[in-house]
Nanobody
Framework: QVQLVESGGGLVQAGGSLRLSCAAS????????MGWFRQAPGKDRDIVAA????????YYADSVKGRFTISRDSAVNTVYLQMNSLKPEDTAIYYC?????????????????WGQGTQVTVSS
């Protein structure tokens, strides 16, 4: 079993930056692909970025390409999401997710473990 705990959300002005962290417990982290999803009120939970077990394959949603960066540090069982040039439309609850496979997944139903979510609010 893997437990995920997100941190780093908050309120920021448009154009600002935030860094989300997701600390994972459990020995399977190093063999797990990880992802960040977000869900705005009344909308589906959508992929933001995903990274495979080794960090060599990365996926970004078109809406965040060039602004967000996903990374992982297996030494501390943590995955990060650096968010720059934030826009009001980035406002959502951001969720960290892990899957039991090494390869990247881009759908929420491909992931087996979820964090509790962290709120990101971008003011205009």
């Amino acid at each position: 079993q893997v437990q995920l705990v997100e941190s780093g959300g908050g309120l920021v002005q448009a154009g600002g930056s935030l860094r989300l962290s997701c600390a994972a417990s459990g020995r399977t982290f190093s063999n797990s692909a990880m992802g960040w999803f977000r869900q705005a009120p009344g909308k589906d939970r959508d992929i933001v970025a995903a990274i495979n077990w080794s960090g060599t394959t990365i996926y970004y949603a078109d809406s965040v390409k060039g602004r967000f960066t996903i990374s992982r540090d297996s030494a501390v069982n943590t995955v990060y999401l650096q968010m720059n040039s934030l826009k009001p439309e980035d406002t959502a609850i951001y969720y960290c997710a892990g899957r039991q496979l090494r390869q990247v997944g881009i759908s929420a139903n491909e992931y087996d473990y979820w964090g509790q979510g962290t709120q990101v609010t971008v003011s205009s």
